[in-house]
C-alpha cells in the first residue's frame, strides 16, 4: 500500500509560477517510479510527467515541456513538480501517482488532488 498526499495548489496569475509537492508512505519511495497528471474541467485526465525511482529519467507531456519541472528527494519520500510561465489552460485538479514497477505507463496508486488555478 501506498499513500499519497498533495500539497501547493492554489491560484496564480497566467505567466507566474507555482510548485506541487507529493508526499508518500507506506512501500519504500525510492523503489518505484512517481507520476504527475491533471484534469480539466470537463476534460479527461492527462499525463503531465513522471520520474524514474532514482530521478535519473523525466518525461514531461509536450504541453508542459520547458516550463514544467519534476523532481523527487528520497530522503523526504517526496516528489515535487515546479510549473513556471502558467497558462490558463494549465488550470486543473493536479494528482500524483505511484508506478510501483516502474512500467511509465500503469500507476497504481493516487493522490486525492490538488487544485491549480491560473487567471488570464
Known amino acids: 500500500q501506498v499513500q499519497l498526499v498533495e500539497a501547493g495548489g492554489g491560484l496564480v496569475q497566467a505567466g507566474g509560477s507555482l510548485g506541487l509537492s507529493c508526499a508518500a508512505s507506506g512501500r519504500t519511495f525510492s523503489s518505484y517510479a512517481m507520476g504527475w497528471f491533471r484534469q480539466a474541467p470537463g476534460k479527461e485526465r492527462e499525463f503531465v510527467a513522471i520520474?524514474?525511482?532514482?530521478?535519473?529519467?523525466?518525461y514531461y507531456a509536450d504541453s508542459v515541456k520547458g516550463r514544467f519541472t519534476i523532481s523527487r528527494d528520497n530522503a523526504k519520500n517526496t516528489v515535487y513538480l515546479q510549473m513556471n510561465s502558467l497558462k490558463p489552460e494549465d488550470t486543473a485538479v493536479y494528482y500524483c501517482?505511484?508506478?510501483?514497477?516502474?512500467?511509465?505507463?500503469?500507476?497504481?496508486?493516487w493522490g486525492q488532488g490538488t487544485q491549480v488555478t491560473v487567471s488570464s
Open positions: 501517482a505511484a508506478d510501483l514497477k516502474e512500467s511509465f505507463n500503469e500507476y497504481d496508486y
Open positions: 520520474i524514474s525511482w532514482s530521478g535519473g529519467s523525466t
